[in-house]
């Protein structure tokens, strides 16, 4: 979801005009726009199109608008719609349209918080430091202020870190690579299933490399080079051709 960028003064200016747009409606009627219910509307709509899309479950609030902002209130079933242009984890901002002749339309900004288990480096790692378990620890985060995809493996025994981290620094893909566990010139056992076969074969790695890493590797008995991805030490899988 992209998201896009929203001040106050550009909200209260939409509301303002939304309240214009709507002002011959309210002179000939006391009935105002409910505005807790709009908000609580526009929280329920945007959680429902972020379950659809298949987004991470988020907790939503929908901010104030300007107490003195008197919608009239709408006769018609409430349009949402996300603005576009929108670039931000932490807010999206939803257009709230009123289809009364005159009818309004607002932008109200949302507040989105993803908590998370995340890895979390309890002590300074210095660069190219492969992580043990007194390296980190498990925290609840709100994911989405972060700037980067926090790490999800269920273990970081297999990485290392790519620059020196802060202790604190949530572990983010960007910061980690993978530990190189096969060196170039080492013996493995490549494994390719052909249908309900398994073939398996000994290979010389070529390049060096970690978990889940592809690399180069030679079938001992036919001199054929092939790509492999590395699974552990001593094991490799054929790269299946898309």
């Known amino acids: 979801m992209h998201h896009a960028p929203w001040t106050y003064r550009?909200?209260?200016?939409?509301?303002?005009?939304?309240?214009?747009?709507?002002?011959?409606?309210?002179?000939?009627?006391?009935?105002?726009?409910?505005?807790?219910?709009?908000?609580?509307?526009?929280?329920?709509?945007?959680?429902?199109q972020m379950a659809h899309s298949g987004e991470e479950p988020a907790m939503v609030r929908a901010g104030e608008l300007d107490p003195r902002v008197k919608l009239a209130a709408c006769t018609q079933p409430l349009s949402f719609t996300i603005a576009p242009g929108q670039n931000s984890q932490q807010k999206v901002?939803?257009?709230?349209?009123?289809?009364?002749?005159?009818?309004?339309?607002?932008?109200?900004?949302?507040?989105?918080s993803r908590q998370q288990w995340v890895w979390?480096?309890?002590?300074?790692?210095?660069?190219?430091?492969?992580?043990?378990?007194?390296?980190?620890?498990?925290?609840?985060?709100?994911?989405?202020?972060?700037p980067c995809a926090a790490f999800d493996k269920d273990t970081l025994t297999a990485y290392e870190?790519?620059?020196?981290?802060?202790?604190?620094?949530?572990?983010?893909?960007?910061?980690?690579?993978?530990?190189?566990?096969?060196?170039?010139?080492?013996?493995?056992?490549?494994?390719?299933?052909?249908?309900?076969?398994q073939i398996r074969a000994v290979v010389e790695a070529l390049d060096n490399g970690g978990i889940g890493q592809r690399i180069r590797v030679r079938n001992n008995s036919t001199?054929?080079?092939?790509?492999?991805?590395?699974?552990?030490?001593s094991d490799v899988e054929l790269v299946r051709a898309n």
Do not use: Y
């Open 161 to 197: 870190a790519k620059m020196t981290l802060a202790s604190g620094t949530v572990l983010c893909e960007n910061v980690l690579r993978a530990k190189t566990i096969v060196e170039r010139g080492r013996s493995l056992t490549l494994t390719a299933d052909q249908g309900s076969i």
């Open 10 to 48: 550009a909200g209260l200016a939409l509301a303002l005009t939304a309240f214009l747009l709507g002002q011959n409606v309210s002179a000939a009627s006391a009935s105002v726009q409910n505005v807790a219910a709009l908000r609580l509307q526009a929280e329920q709509w945007l959680l429902a």
């Open 223 to 233: 001199g054929r080079i092939i790509d492999a991805v590395i699974v552990s030490a």
């Open 120 to 146: 979390v480096a309890n002590r300074t790692i210095m660069a190219a430091t492969p992580f043990n378990a007194a390296h980190w620890q498990r925290q609840r985060r709100d994911v989405a202020s972060l």
């Open 93 to 112: 901002h939803v257009a709230v349209s009123c289809s009364d002749k005159p009818g309004w339309r607002l932008f109200l900004p949302m507040s989105l």
